[in-house]
């Protein structure tokens, strides 16, 4: 996995097997269907949330993590990362997942955004990945000050350029190869790009297999829940088979 794959192969919402869009597209054939049976999807469709900004219960601040979820997050290879304890009741954790060497995905679920951002190089040869550990001190992380006293244990926001300046190794973009100083804003807007691609693809999953729930006013947290875990690995196994 290069660097360069994460906007060569944008995430994209696969085709229902209906030929609809998603999990939920209804568009079906119309061979199949009755007079009068498109138009009962479309008001079915129409009850369910097409564009959904947040999960409602899945990680959410002060909820345990079912043993099943925790399971199915680390056969993902998705790392989960809990807030600190002194904003654990009001920050939601969030999900990390790193593909080879090249770059990681952080996945978060309040509000539904995902940014991709690439990963520090080895150094030498002792196969150290440096990554962007919120504890590290220097460019590829806030230090654990910032972290724990300025940003409040928050999430903070993470520049596209992080871990793009002092490569040994050339960068790629477009067709061009150059050091980071030449290229690096492109691949940070590229970046920028292959993130809301993503970030498109996890709300349309909620959307499609969530929506449902969402669309329910009797469904329990515990309904809600399911779909949104249900949602949440669909995207993740979205993500892992684009960039295998």
């Known amino acids: 996995i290069k660097l360069e794959d994460a906007w060569n192969r944008a995430m994209e919402v696969p085709q229902a097997e209906d030929g609809g869009p998603g999990v939920g597209g209804g568009g079906g054939s119309g061979s199949e269907e009755s007079d009068g049976e498109p138009e009962r999807k479309r008001r079915n469709l129409g ?6 900004l947040r999960s409602k219960v899945l990680l959410s601040p002060g909820r345990k993590v079912p043993s099943n979820v925790l399971a199915a997050l680390k056969r993902k290879k998705a790392e989960l990362i809990r807030p600190p304890a002194i904003v654990a009741d009001y920050s939601s954790a969030r999900l990390r997942l790193e593909f080879g060497d090249a770059f990681e995905m952080t996945v978060n679920l ?6 991709m951002r690439a990963l520090q190089q080895k150094e030498g040869n002792d196969g150290v990945q440096g990554g962007n550990n919120i504890e590290e001190e220097g460019p ?13 244990g928050l999430p903070s926001w993470t520049p596209s350029t992080v871990n793009l300046s002092h490569r040994s190794t050339p960068l790629s973009v477009l067709g061009v190869n150059g050091r980071s100083g030449t290229v690096g804003h492109l691949v940070a807007s590229k970046l920028e790009y292959a993130s809301s691609h993503a970030t498109r693809v996890l ?3 909620f959307a499609d297999v969530a929506g449902k729930a969402y669309a329910n006013p009797n469904a329990s947290d515990f309904e809600v829940e399911i779909s949104e875990t249900t949602a949440l690995l669909r995207f993740l196994q979205i993500a892992r088979s684009t960039y295998c």
């Open 140 to 152: 590829s992380g806030p230090s654990e000050f910032r972290t724990t006293i300025v940003d409040g």
């Open 110 to 115: 309040a509000p539904l955004m995902v940014t």
């Open 203 to 205: 709300r349309q999953c």
């Open 47 to 52: 009850r369910r949330p097409r564009v959904v």
